[in-house]
């Protein structure tokens, strides 16, 4: 069974950094891209950014491009997303998807940024 | 604002059919890239009701439909449940931006 369990996220102040980590199960890691998305309170879903296969391909949105650093470790199945000049307007639960069908999602993981 | 729009909002009666509408523009939709489609409650994970257009994952009702046409995309419900409540997002690549992009979202009430 394909799991995607997200963890990292809490309050942050303005102007501080935090590292979001997804860890993966049931099936290659190694064999995929992935994604982090967003969903800030009351709003919708918002991509935030994707790795390719082995790191060397990384796109961003313009609203976290500079800011925020997406990785992965093959060697322990996991994602990262180092997030850094963080905002309010980055308060949101981020997730982590499979790119492929059925677009496997995590829980997500709530990131506060607040004084 | 969100690159595909959908309304913000649509609702039916108990056994109707809704349709939402997902338009966006030549960078995706109308580049030829694939809509997907989720429903989704607060609190849980999207979970995926439609992939590329017309395609329904196993285990999701035949009440649900997807299909695509130039720049549009739209879901279908059919006889409409309850439990149907809930908000509903069209997915789809830019080639612009290099990623996916969202839709706004539409919420389904069940009257």
């Excluded at chain 1, 996220?9 to 501080?16: A, E, F, K, N, R």
């Excluded at chain 1, 496997?104 to 993981?109: A, H, K, P, S």
């Excluded at chain 2, 595909?4 to 960078?27: D, E, K, N």
Aim: proline share 4%; hydrophobic share 30%; glycine share 12%.
């Amino acid at each position: 069974e394909v799991q995607l369990v997200e963890s990292g996220g809490g309050l942050v102040q303005p102007g501080g950094s935090l590292r979001l980590s997804c860890a993966a199960s049931g099936f290659t890691f190694t064999n995929y891209w992935m994604h982090w998305v967003r969903q800030a309170p009351g709003k919708g879903l918002v991509w935030v950014s994707r790795i390719n296969y082995d790191g060397s391909s990384r796109n961003y949105a313009d609203s976290v491009k500079g800011r925020f650093i997406i990785s992965r470790d093959n060697a322990k199945n996991t994602l990262y997303l180092q997030m850094s000049s963080l905002r309010g307007e980055d308060t949101a639960v981020y997730y982590c998807v499979r790119d492929s069908t059925p677009f496997n999602w995590g829980q997500g993981t709530l990131v506060t940024v607040s004084s | 604002q969100s690159v595909l729009t959908q309304p913000p909002s649509v609702s039916g009666a108990p056994g109707q059919r809704v349709t939402i509408s997902c338009t966006g523009s030549s960078s995706n939709i109308g580049a030829g890239f694939d809509v997907h489609w989720y429903h989704h409650l607060p609190g849980a994970a999207p979970k995926l009701l439609i992939y590329g257009n017309i395609n329904r994952p196993s285990g999701v009702p035949d009440r649900f439909s997807g299909s695509k046409s130039d720049t549009s995309a739209s879901l279908a419900i059919t006889g409409l449940q309850a439990e149907d409540e809930a908000d509903y997002y069209c997915q789809s690549y830019d080639r612009s931006l290099s990623g996916w992009v969202f839709g706004g979202g539409t919420k389904v009430t069940v009257l």
